[in-house]
Nanobody
Framework: QLRLVESGGGSVQPGGSLRLSCEAS????????MRWYRQAPGKERELVAN???????MYASAVKGRFTISRDNDKSLVSLQMNSLKPEDTATYYC?????????WGQGIQVTVAS
């Protein structure tokens, strides 16, 4: 059974940093692209960053230069390092992958950026 479990969220002041992690199980992690999405209250869920099976990365324009996505295939772990956080980064963050046409999501983890 494919499972994604996020950790590492919390509250931070503007300009601060947080690191999110997503532990995956139940599938051949190294073969799949992994993504981080976020959803702020009253807004659509949006793609934040993607890392392919090859390690190639892509970022939303709003986070480019501040966030870094990485993966550790030995540990089946995908991480999101978030620096220079802004209040508008406040959201629930979700780990995601797709297998055989089905989208899988973690439970979500809250990130709050406020003074």
């Amino acid at each position: 059974q494919l499972r994604l479990v996020e950790s590492g969220g919390g509250s931070v002041q503007p300009g601060g940093s947080l690191r999110l992690s997503c532990e995956a199980s139940g599938f051949i992690f190294s073969a799949y692209a992994m993504r981080w999405y976020r959803q702020a209250p009253g807004k659509e869920r949006e793609l934040v960053a993607n890392i392919g099976a090859s390690g190639a990365t892509m970022y939303a324009s709003a986070v480019k230069g501040r966030f870094t996505i990485s993966r550790d295939n030995d540990k089946s772990l995908v991480s999101l390092q978030m620096n220079s956080l802004k209040p508008e980064d406040t959201a629930t963050y979700y780990c995601n992958t797709r297998s055989k046409g089905v989208l899988y999501w973690g439970q979500g983890i809250q990130v709050t950026v406020a003074s």
